[in-house]
């Protein structure tokens, strides 16, 4: 728990924590075999158990522990007698309960005498790492799926486990647990491309060793990409092997990494309205949270050729750096596929015209995050720092330029198994011929959602406006600041059942990009001669677009030439 004080000291946020085998006793005399399998607490590592669990839920954090059941229940298990008992074990003897999933007595001793002493302590679902393949008719993963499930669900509760891939058809209960992962560039570089393909057999809910599991090297861009990854993935699981030196504390990296590890943390705890709205329609719809590109355009060839690039829900589209920054510009690259339309940087707001193959530049700081024309991206305001994963009292929405678009917010009670979902459309709209963004009074079980809300509504790239906020009908003060990025309104204390109409008073402008400022940017950070950066700065800011043709003949390097072209090149 101290642990977990040391992260909200440090301002990150977490909702679940996963605790490893070595919450068990390992080190078992030698006749048991191996330790690989327990299910009694490690008392030299956790002397309290009980309040041990209840001090993580006190910080607001789920807890799984991970199990390997091959070896079954032996003699040393503080469950032993009850097992034995139930089962007609010699008990004098040590005879062990094997391993027999079939069994409808020894499912019985496993639940009822072993896990749920250990739920009632305070744990909430089990992270099952079966390895063994197949015991007799099939492999038992199946059957470790479907029955633990359905007892995770006995009291209520919407069921939850972490597991690994049993085959085609087996993502029908747990979240994947993709196994472990050795520290390279390589393994993350494989990442993406498993998660998006693994949605054409219906996989979609994956939890990689996000920053790696055991070997490979420290590298500490590689860790701050793999976080960057794991923040627009299904799951964000951060893992490490028990080696003092392979934590994935941000605070064990440089202190770049760090800041870019904490930011990212945070970012993905603001994502949850959204990945939860994702996650009704996966389930409702069966439309995947990560999908590759060919889904939306599987007539387009190019749209195959990006393994690394895909959707992140119906909003974004995500292409991940996995290899390693070039030295001169300070920048990471990815091949992307731009789809039909035009697409906006989830960060800084640059818009891009679709239809075509591009390399995106990004330093360290950030990844390309596209959000198609008209997105609207629902997110839990962090601005104070928050660890809950309640239906948020705060809200920010990030509004991408667009003349239509609309999006709806699905929100439930926490954990229930009953269906009590409650949504919130959000639409851009014309009323009597201005431009409006209106919230709909919410629909549903409304009793899921705090009484009062604050919006945060910011408008992408939206040049100053006027504008007026109609609380159902009726004028009502806001807060307007116009920043680098767009527009700002700011609505506090309003009642969850209202409707918020914000109505401009003039017709909706995007601000133009300013390349000279973008080219600035990649050229202060850049490793080369100043000379150099200052004819480059002054050629773009007097010829704009024009200057590509002479930046082509100066032989720059490859990176430097393609990050100016990408800014360059953006819009038509």
Excluded at 64 to 82: C, K, Q, S
Excluded at 231 to 258: A, Q
Excluded at 416 to 445: M, R, Y
Excluded at 481 to 509: D, L, Q, R, S, Y
Aim: charged share 25%; net charge negative; aromatic share 12%.
């Amino acid at each position: 728990t101290d642990l977990m004080d040391r992260f909200k000291a440090e301002g990150v946020p977490l909702a679940v924590s996963v605790i490893d085998m070595d919450w068990h006793k390992t080190a078992i005399p030698a006749r048991f075999g191996s330790g690989w399998t327990g299910y009694s607490w490690n008392r030299d590592l956790i002397p309290a158990p009980a309040a041990f669990l209840n001090g993580l839920h006190e910080r607001g954090l789920k807890v799984t522990l991970n199990v390997h059941p091959a070896d079954g229940i032996r003699a040393f298990e503080d469950a032993y007698p009850m097992v034995a008992k139930r089962l007609g074990l010699d008990a004098e003897k040590e005879e062990a309960a094997s391993f027999d999933f079939y069994s409808p007595a020894f499912r019985e001793a496993y639940f009822e005498d072993v896990h749920h002493p250990l739920e009632d302590q305070g744990v909430d679902f089990w992270w099952i790492d079966w390895q063994q393949g197949s015991h007799g008719k099939m492999d038992p993963l199946w059957l470790l799926n479907h029955y633990h499930y359905l007892d995770n669900c006995r009291t209520g509760q919407a069921g939850l486990i972490l597991s690994r891939y049993g085959g085609p058809g087996s993502h029908r209960y747990p979240i994947g647990f993709s196994g472990d992962t050795i520290v390279t560039w390589e393994s993350l570089a494989f990442q993406p491309y498993f998660t998006s393909t693994a949605s054409n057999i219906g996989y979609t809910w994956w939890s990689h060793d996000i920053g790696g599991h055991m070997m490979g090297y420290r590298d500490d861009e590689l860790t701050a990409r793999w976080v960057q990854l794991g923040v627009f993935s299904p799951i964000n699981r951060l893992h490490s092997t028990d080696n003092p030196f392979n934590g994935k504390e941000p605070w064990k990296y440089n202190k770049i990494v760090e800041s870019v590890m904490k930011a990212f943390l945070k970012l993905r705890h603001a994502l949850v309205p959204y990945l939860y709205t994702m996650n009704y329609c996966a389930n409702k719809e069966g439309k995947p949270l990560v999908m590759p590109m060919y889904y939306l355009e599987p007539e387009r060839e190019e749209a195959y050729q990006v393994p690394n690039n895909y959707y992140f829900g119906s909003e974004l589209m995500v292409s991940p750096i996995t290899e390693k920054i070039d030295t001169k510009t300070q920048l990471g690259k990815a091949k992307t596929w731009l789809p039909s339309g035009v697409w906006y940087d989830f960060f800084n707001g640059r818009k891009y015209e679709g239809g075509r193959m591009v390399q995106l530049f990004r330093g360290i700081e950030e990844i390309p995050v596209l959000a198609r024309e008209g997105a609207i991206v629902p997110l839990k305001n962090m601005e104070v720092f928050d660890n809950d994963t309640d239906n948020p009292k705060s809200l920010e929405m990030k509004i991408f330029p667009g003349k239509t678009g609309s999006f709806t917010l699905w929100e439930d009670e926490e954990d229930s198994v009953e269906e009590s979902w409650v949504e919130t459309k959000l639409e851009k709209a014309q009323e009597e011929g201005k431009d409006c963004f209106i919230i709909h009074s919410p629909q549903g079980n409304t009793k899921v959602l705090p009484e009062k809300r604050c919006w945060k509504l910011d408008f992408v790239k939206m040049k100053e406006n006027t504008v007026s906020v109609l609380v159902d009908g009726k004028e009502t003060a806001y807060k307007a600041t116009v920043e680098k990025n767009g527009m700002c309104i700011e609505i506090t204390e309003v009642p969850v059942n209202a409707e918020i109409k914000v109505v401009f008073e003039n017709p909706i402008e995007e601000s133009l990009a300013d390349l000279a400022q973008e080219a600035y940017e990649i050229l202060e950070k850049a490793q080369i001669s100043y000379n150099l950066k200052s004819d480059l700065y002054n050629l773009i800011k007097e010829q704009q677009k024009g200057a590509i043709a002479t930046l082509a003949s100066m032989e720059l390097e490859p990176a430097m030439f393609g990050a100016l072209c990408e800014i360059l090149t953006a819009e038509k």
